[in-house]
């Protein structure tokens, strides 16, 4: 007989902060802070009301904030984690650089952010402490 699949997060984790840079002949940047927080269920993301990034084109933010969100949803549904997500994550600040970011960069801080935020939750579980 299996268990259920555990909900994720079991807690509010706070300040995942995320710094994806990669300096080659393709450089890519995206710096990200988000919180993980229980929710109903499935995975909802959004910006933190009064959230202010200076990027310009600002027009190409919401996109990269889409991409860190779908980054997010992918790296906590990987079968492995064995959890169902039920989150809503808040991103609290992003930082954005003209010669390296994109929406590849903001998907793989996404993923990355969702990884550590499984890691704290373990950690946390195995100490029987919230972070």
């Known amino acids: 007989m299996t268990s259920a699949p555990s909900r ?15 300096q080659n002949c393709a450089p890519q940047f995206a ?8 929710a109903a269920e499935g995975v909802s993301f959004e910006a933190a009301e009064g959230l ?4 310009e084109p600002a027009d190409a ?6 991409a860190a969100a779908a980054g997010i949803e992918e790296g ?7 959890v169902v997500a039920a989150t809503r994550v808040v991103l609290r ?6 010669f390296g970011s994109s929406g590849l960069a903001f998907k793989i801080a996404g993923y990355l952010a969702a990884r ?11 100490s029987g402490a919230q972070p």
Do not use: M, Q
């Not at 710096?31 to 229980?38: C, G, K, S």
């Not at 906590?76 to 064995?82: A, I, N």
């Not at 550590?116 to 195995?126: F, I, K, Y």
């Open 93 to 98: 600040e992003a930082r954005a650089d003209t």
């Open 31 to 38: 710096l990200i802070v988000v919180d993980f927080e229980p």
């Open 61 to 66: 933010l919401p996109r990269f904030f889409a």
């Open 116 to 126: 550590e935020a499984l890691e704290r939750a373990a950690r946390a579980g195995s």
């Open 8 to 22: 994720f997060p079991p807690h509010p984790i706070r300040g995942v902060r995320v710094l994806h840079r990669k």
């Open 52 to 55: 202010t990034v200076a990027y």
């Open 76 to 82: 906590l549904s990987l079968p492995e984690h064995g």
